[in-house]
């Protein structure tokens, strides 16, 4: 299709590589990506539940590998780049602090005074400055195209340039290597960013219904898995709840997917794009939801927002996680020493992120562990 991105035609590397004559440049940058240190920390770090929790509850990983596999799939039926889809799926979420957007917050509080904390800002800077695996350079060094999708997750950021706010990493690389920040990405992009909302509103329903949080009856009403329920109900009387659940969260999938795809058409169609730039200045996203099921989607986000993302299960972890983050930074801003020499002989706003990198970096074990060391008595440290 003309307006999908052609590894041919990518804009290339930061630092010149020669090509791989077995894999594209966008596949490297997939296989890049799944093999970096930052990749497997995914799996300590949770998406609602703590890792610890349960064997079976989602992860940062297994999220991120649910949102590859479903950029795959739609930018397969809608004839884009499946591998540039597939490495924006998997990367999406390679910034996200320990204990998810909890443990981001609040590492953005302690960061206020040195220019903030944002995830996705946190993803560039890994994947760009803060990986170490190549001798010729610091990061990935994966293709602009992928770069792209990072910056702009949640869409073109050009109010904040004007304002002179743009995080630290954002600011720093599209300085070096303009992003075009006024526009929107690809539709690889989009098809990426799109699958997170797919993948977390569909499997945060599965974890809530594991844990307790409610039940199928509580589901009925709902615009989007209440017809589903129904239609089951009909075609298997009696359905074991472990199957209904699966099979609920398995047609949720599709439908919201085929959605996706039918209104996608439609907006391509309109926008009748002649390459990928034409995608970049539609003015809006040629990728979405139907308005009928984006209605339905902000009901079911209500619905977990109230029974899921503020059950009392989770506002009793909340406190807790607060502290840790805040103990853990404040402490290390005072004795850089427990952490790493390197920290020891950085100052002010160059000290604090450093010590944001660090803490970032970690797991939710990790990061308890440590606030477990430095802050409960022991005659002797843990190791």
């Given at each position: 299709m003309p307006y999908a991105c052609h590894p041919d035609e990518s804009r290339g590397r930061f630092h010149f590589e020669k090509d791989d004559g077995s894999r594209t440049?966008?596949?490297?940058?997939?296989?890049?990506?799944?093999?970096?240190?930052?990749?497997?920390?995914?799996?300590?770090?949770?998406?609602?539940?703590?890792?610890?929790?349960?064997?079976?509850?989602?992860?940062?990983?297994?999220?991120?590998?649910?949102?590859?596999?479903?950029?795959?799939?739609?930018?397969?039926?809608?004839?884009?780049?499946?591998?540039?889809?597939?490495?924006?799926?998997?990367?999406?979420?390679?910034?996200?602090?320990?204990f998810g957007?909890?443990?981001?917050?609040?590492?953005?509080?302690?960061?206020?005074?040195?220019?903030?904390?944002?995830?996705?800002?946190?993803?560039?800077?890994?994947?760009?400055?803060?990986?170490?695996?190549?001798?010729?350079?610091?990061?990935?060094?994966?293709?602009?195209?992928?770069?792209?999708s990072l910056a702009k997750h949640n869409g073109p950021l050009l109010p904040l340039a004007e304002g002179g706010n743009l995080p630290s990493a954002t600011s720093a690389i599209d300085a070096a290597w303009p992003l075009e920040l006024e526009t929107w990405p690809s539709a690889e992009a989009q098809a990426a960013a799109i699958s997170d909302d797919i993948a977390y509103n569909s499997h945060d329903i599965d974890?809530?219904?594991?844990?307790?949080?409610?039940?199928?009856?509580?589901?009925?009403?709902?615009?989007?898995?209440?017809?589903?329920?129904?239609?089951?109900?009909?075609?298997?009387?009696?359905?074991?709840?472990?199957?209904?659940?699966?099979?609920?969260?398995?047609?949720?999938?599709?439908?919201?997917?085929?959605?996706?795809?039918?209104?996608?058409?439609?907006?391509?169609?309109?926008?009748?794009?002649?390459?990928?730039?034409?995608?970049?200045?539609?003015?809006?996203?040629?990728?979405?939801?139907?308005?009928?099921?984006?209605?339905?989607?902000d009901e079911l986000r209500r619905f977990l927002f109230e029974k899921m993302y503020r059950n009392l299960h989770v506002n009793r972890l909340r406190p807790k996680i607060q502290q840790v983050i805040r103990d853990l930074f404040s402490l290390y801003m005072e004795n850089p020493d427990c952490l790493s020499p390197e920290a020891s002989v950085l100052q002010g706003a160059e000290r604090a992120r450093f010590i944001a990198d660090a803490i970032a970096g970690m797991t939710d074990r990790s990061a308890l562990e440590d606030h477990d060391q430095l802050f409960h008595s022991y005659p002797y440290p843990k190791v």
């Open positions: 440049c966008f596949a490297r940058d997939r296989d890049r990506i799944i093999h970096s240190g930052a990749f497997r920390k995914m799996q300590f770090r949770c998406q609602v539940f703590l890792s610890m929790e349960g064997d079976y509850y989602r992860t940062r990983l297994t999220h991120s590998i649910e949102v590859g596999q479903i950029a795959r799939s739609l930018a397969r039926g809608l004839g884009l780049n499946e591998d540039l889809a597939e490495a924006a799926g998997l990367a999406h979420d390679l910034g996200h602090a320990p957007h909890t443990g981001g917050d609040v590492l953005d509080e302690c960061m206020q005074p040195y220019g903030g904390f944002d995830h996705n800002d946190h993803a560039l800077r890994l994947v760009c400055f803060l990986e170490k695996r190549y001798a010729g350079f610091d990061g990935l060094n994966l293709s602009w195209e992928v770069i792209e974890d809530g219904l594991r844990a307790g949080f409610f039940d199928f009856g509580d589901l009925g009403d709902l615009g989007l898995a209440g017809p589903i329920l129904e239609s089951i109900g009909k075609e298997w009387p009696g359905l074991a709840q472990i199957r209904l659940r699966h099979e609920m969260i398995r047609r949720m999938i599709a439908r919201l997917v085929s959605d996706v795809a039918g209104e996608s058409r439609r907006r391509i169609e309109a926008a009748a794009p002649q390459g990928v730039d034409d995608i970049r200045a539609a003015g809006r996203p040629v990728i979405a939801f139907s308005e009928g099921m984006q209605a339905q989607i």
